[in-house]
């Protein structure tokens, strides 16, 4: 699987959720056939205005133009954007 580099310009608002490739994330919202608590990885962060992430589940499916309404952190992503705060 290839993996994609958010763009340079890409910065977040204060109040989004900053993750990178590769950070795990878990859904807090059923989205097309993925139920909520599923967890997943991050493959690509994008966006200018409106940071955005595609995760690829454990279930299979790959979804993007999810934010934090959708996911949330955990494990290390979880840790590192709590020391931030």
Known sequence: MEFWKPHSLATPHPDQLVLKMGDKVRTTAEIH????GTEGKVILANGFNWQRY???FNNGAEIGD????????????AKRLAKKK
């Open 33 to 36: 056939g993925v139920p909520v």
């Open 54 to 56: 595609r995760v690829l």
């Open 66 to 77: 999810l934010d934090k309404r959708q996911i949330e952190p955990i494990g290390r992503a």
